[in-house]
């Protein structure tokens, strides 16, 4: 007998559809915390800022990469941890700030490379979705994303909490009170009215077997994020580029039989991908587009996300269409998004 | 009638075969302005180094961060053009050794995003396969990597020598004198006698459609080169992940029906790949590797490599086989990987 315990896909719907109530938590009930961190990160004065992160999470430190590089003006470098762990690596970490972020804050790896960059001389800090972790007890600040315990192995909320919380924290070291964010819940509710729209788009993939996403700038990440819950929910080879780094090898694999996912904000990010969208016409590429109405329309389809919103807030956006087309992907082929095959959700690395 | 100018790879054959010569060109006459190079550097005395580059060459920069981070304990980044070039970002460069990495030295987004990185304080160098290009002359230092004209569209002999213009390169900046770079262009030559070998395990990847490679630290730029390559001239989804993040989520994809290329060297990043081989085996994953004879042991086949090579240098030996790979499974799907659909040589992104 089936209960509705069972039915494929019901946690992560559930975790897709809480994700306005997590971001308002967090802007109200995280705020102290993410302003004391702010404090203790300006008290330093930082001159490089490293990410070190795996999986969904590398996403949102890709993301707050492309904040520190463009809003804080300071060089910024995503860490590979084997450097560390592998290789026995002891840089000179003086004036760094080394950001770790992850849900479960439980990564051996992880942990170990926080330990050796504070040893050698960096401003650490986790961002994780469990202040009891490891990782949080390892890093001078710790921040809590306050997404809830997190049950699908395809993390959702927690993404966008791990966005927020960099969000909102790094417009605090450079001054702001990042109240251009107060309004996300109300428009990631809105921009999640699209389930049903997703869940005919689903249907239109049911039988594919590759797939290709791509954005530019902030949208980059939500691209990497999009085909990784692919992947693991649908068992689609989908690979996420770049909009520039597709031009530079990857279009020859594109065909009218590999669909693409193309991100197309309303801001510099999306219109940087205006002479993208032209070279996958010319090889007569399906196209599928979120983002704004506008450059949307000489695509297959798309979904359209509200206008009006920062750049920099807009990748809060993007991914959830793609959570949700992920999830009934999955569904349509016969696959349980919560429990995806060969996976555990704390993914154990040295 | 098709004459010998018409062969399908007969270019991508010949700059294969061409570089141990390429190697033995560069570790001679190229060698004086390497270590002028170094000096500047050396004189500097950066404390952080950034990298910018697209495509193959972006997987010869990945590979130089390896370098950085492990032999320098310097922290490291790869910069995405598009903060420079769509969102106007000016950061703050001062101690910052920055570093262009371009086959032609052609593209404008590299070629801006060097002057900008030079008004802000860098110091730039830019390390191309044309001495007039653009890009050299942005960069206050320019290393030419006197691979020859490149003509397949695929880069092969262009990467290699990237690989080891930057290895030597940060050798000389720590002070070393590289010598153990000197035996390479032997072992390059006894490598590429697998070619028969190659062609025949080509065969067995004739009708796949998707295919994953992995590999850890040093090997990791490997995977992702290599994944390229069968991108480009093959047309497959092939997909790269570090041995870590492919614990993280994309396992999931992997079953019997989709290939895994391992690189699996002698070092610390071959060892380091012991617990991913395990985990794909769970799932019964068909893996062919490239590497240490010890390591070939379990898997479906491999091609071992010669021993005794320092982890640093084995990205060199491990690509070899993998770009003879790409051509003759190109040439077995009909195709002509010099020329592949929809791709140019120089790749202009804005």
Known sequence: ?????????????????????VWRRLLTDGAAAIAAASAQIVDRAPRF??????????????????????????????????????????????DVLYIAVSQSGGSPDLVRSVEVARQQGALTLSITNNAESPLAAAADIHVDVLAGAERSVAATKSYTAELLALYLLLERVRGGDGAEAAALPDLGARVLESDDLVHGVAQRYRFAQRLITTGRGYS???????????????????????????????????????????????????????????????????????????????????????????????????????????????????????????????????
Do not use: C, W
């Open 49 to 94: 800022v490293l990410f070190v992160a795996r999986g969904t999470s590398d996403h949102a430190a890709l993301y707050a990469k492309y904040l520190v590089e463009i809003n804080h003006g300071l060089p910024a470098g995503l860490v590979s941890p084997s450097t560390m762990t592998v290789y026995g690596a002891r840089p000179d970490l003086r």
């Open 220 to 350: 980059y990440p939500t691209a990497r994020e999009a085909a990784l819950k692919l992947m693991e929910t649908s068992y689609l080879s989908a690979q996420a580029f770049s909009g520039a780094d597709l031009l530079h090898g990857p279009l020859a694999t594109v065909d009218p039989q590999v669909p693409v996912l193309a991100i197309v904000p309303e801001g510099a990010g999306g219109q940087a991908m205006a002479p993208v969208l032209s070279r996958l016409a010319e090889r007569n590429a399906d196209v599928f587009g979120v983002g704004s109405a506008a450059l949307l329309e000489n695509l297959a389809g798309g979904i359209a996300l509200p206008g009006g919103v920062p750049d920099a807030l807009s990748p809060l956006l993007e991914i959830l269409p793609l959570q949700q087309l992920a999830m009934h992907l999955a569904i349509a082929r016969g696959e349980n998004p919560d429990k995806p095959r060969g996976l555990y959700k704390v993914t154990e690395t040295l």
């Open 1 to 21: 007998m089936t209960t509705t315990l069972d039915l494929p896909g019901r946690l992560m719907a559930a975790e897709i559809a809480e994700q306005p109530e």
